[in-house]
């Protein structure tokens, strides 16, 4: 049995196949699933969609951050959202179709990681700096700017599922 590394995802070194200027896009994807999912592993049903204070419930930080990593993704490959991701995101925060269960969820964001990744390797680095527009009003960025702005915006939503996570189960 391989032992488990401890260390955070970018001190491992590079992952295999990923272009070397988007591995940290991919370290950080990778660090928030690994921390997502040992933290949800027996996370309580019943407080999914519980809002302590009026923040954000878990529920919509496991959609948003599915939805949004599926979103940026698209602009980046200069397409339009679909009507199913619009759909998606205009339900993030409520269960679609009940009951929604933790393990769904997670899972939906799991796979969708693995469709970043997959993405990732096979980016050509040449074509980082090229322009990109993002939502209906086509705000200017980059492929890279919205790449990395996946990452950073999955680890910020990360940071806030784990501090409501934490509060709902120690109340």
Partial sequence: MTPVDSREVWLRG?????PALLQPVAHALLQARE???????????DLLW?????????????QHLTGVLDRLFTYARQEALSPTQLQALAVEGQCPQPPCHVADLVRAFDQQVDRA?????TTDEATLPE????????VPSTKLG??????EHTMRHLGQLLVTARILQAA
């Fill in 14 to 18: 590079p992952l295999p196949d990923m």
């Fill in 35 to 45: 921390e997502l999912d040992a933290l949800l592993q027996d996370f309580p049903e």
């Fill in 50 to 62: 519980e809002r302590p204070a009026g923040v954000a419930s878990v529920g919509f930080h496991l």
């Fill in 117 to 121: 990744l997959a993405e990732l390797r």
């Fill in 131 to 138: 322009p990109r527009g993002v939502g209906r009003a086509q």
């Fill in 146 to 151: 919205l790449l990395v702005h996946a990452a």
